[in-house]
């Protein structure tokens, strides 16, 4: 299983959210979990150091389903609560996932589970490591698909997420269904001639998009207090 949380902070918080940003991944080092990436977030418009957003930050972990409830309540999610000012978190089965994040397939998706045997609410999340000399193309190509994006019938939210504030990009979305997400993939125009872009000019050193059934939230992604 996979579980995801987003924490809203105030801004004084700052630096104490970047320690553990770097704390974290020793502590997961030695649970359970067989991946996990702490996750800086942002508006999703540009993919530049400008949309970073420094009150929202994440941790996605993938765990055997057996451990879910006693990481909900560990010191490292516990630790994020003693300043967040909200909390989200949301827990995903994965549904397809095509590529790698750093070097890895993360998600295992089970045989014959995918989008036709799921009708609920999905969740995604798309990853890239930009070439660094494609940067400023890509940056261009960017705005068209988050406008096409953000007026999806469909979408329910949508930020940006990633890893570093250039080069390692992604966004995670949630969605009233998957044939909504479908028609934004695979409809939508700005989205098609990214994907056209994509593969005449190859400015992915390493993409990753995967699909998730969600299976229960908590909190809101807008920020809103958690439950």
Do not use: C
């Not at 972990?61 to 978190?89: C, G, M, T």
């Not at 397809?96 to 890895?104: A, D, L, M, P």
């Not at 609920?120 to 994006?149: C, D, E, Q, Y």
């Not at 995670?172 to 939508?188: H, I, Q, T, V």
Request: no cysteine; net charge positive; glycine share 8%.
């Amino acid at each position: 299983m996979v579980v995801v949380y987003f924490w809203t902070i105030k801004k004084r918080h700052v630096l104490r959210a970047l320690w553990h940003m770097a704390v974290d991944r020793i502590s997961l080092r030695s649970s359970t979990a067989t991946f996990y990436k702490s996750l800086g977030t942002g508006k999703g418009e540009t993919f530049t150091p400008s949309d970073a957003d420094m009150t929202r930050w994440g941790l996605l972990v993938v765990l055997p389903e057996a451990q879910i409830n006693s990481f909900h309540d560990s010191s490292v999610i516990n630790s994020w609560r003693k300043f967040a000012d909200s909390e989200y978190r949301v827990l995903l089965r994965p549904l397809s996932s095509h590529g790698q994040w750093s070097r890895k397939e993360p998600f295992n998706v089970a045989t014959g589970v995918g989008d036709q045997q799921w009708n609920g609410p999905i969740a995604a999340v798309t990853r890239a490591r930009i070439k660094w000399h494609m940067n400023k193309k890509f940056w261009g190509a960017v705005p068209p698909v988050t406008t096409s994006l953000r007026g999806s019938a469909g979408l329910q939210a949508a930020i940006g997420i990633g890893e570093a504030p250039i080069g390692l990009q992604g966004t995670f979305s949630l969605w009233e269904s998957p044939a909504a997400l479908r028609d934004f993939a695979y409809k939508g125009a700005a989205h098609s001639a990214a994907i056209a872009a994509t593969e005449k000019l190859q400015w992915y050193a390493e993409e990753l998009f995967a699909r998730f059934a969600v299976i229960d939230e908590s909190g809101s992604l807008n920020g809103d207090t958690a439950d």
